[in-house]
Nanobody, 123 residues
Framework: QVQLVESEGGLVQAGGSLRLSCAAS????????MGWFRQAPGKEREFVAA????????YYANSVKGRFTISRDNAKDTVYLQMNSLKPEDTAVYYC????????????????WGQGTQVTVSS
């Protein structure tokens, strides 16, 4: 009954911005580390960003560092991914991730996954 529901992605031109959200239910949100992964066509899923349940510690893939920001609003049971300066290579299905352990999220060993949302960046 745990659900992680990502917001609708979108189509954006290179250099533009998008903000994804992931609303959690069926779990005690403030007890969970959260993260984002993505999977491009024909490629394996890759880590994007993660943060602790407190939001004090974040970790980013080198490919998005300085461009993406992960944050959370525990009052809304929601985690966000602000994506700026988007590039065509950011095109992928983006997945929300949750686990009680930060390391599990970073390593893709998290207990829960969202259904994914498509982000397409045109050149």
């Amino acid at each position: 009954q745990v659900q992680l529901v990502e917001s609708e992605g979108g189509l954006v031109q290179a250099g533009g911005s998008l903000r994804l959200s992931c609303a959690a239910s069926g779990l005690t949100f403030s007890s969970y580390a959260m993260g984002w992964f993505r999977q491009a066509p024909g490629k394996e899923r890759e880590f994007v960003a993660a943060l602790t349940w407190s939001g004090d510690t974040t970790y980013y893939a080198n490919s998005v560092k300085g461009r993406f920001t992960i944050s959370r609003d525990n009052a809304k049971d929601t985690v966000y991914l602000q994506m700026n300066s988007l590039k065509p290579e950011d095109t992928a299905v983006y997945y929300c991730a949750a686990d009680t352990k930060f390391g599990a999220v970073v390593g893709g060993r998290n207990d829960y996954w969202g259904q994914g949302t498509q982000v397409t960046v045109s050149s």
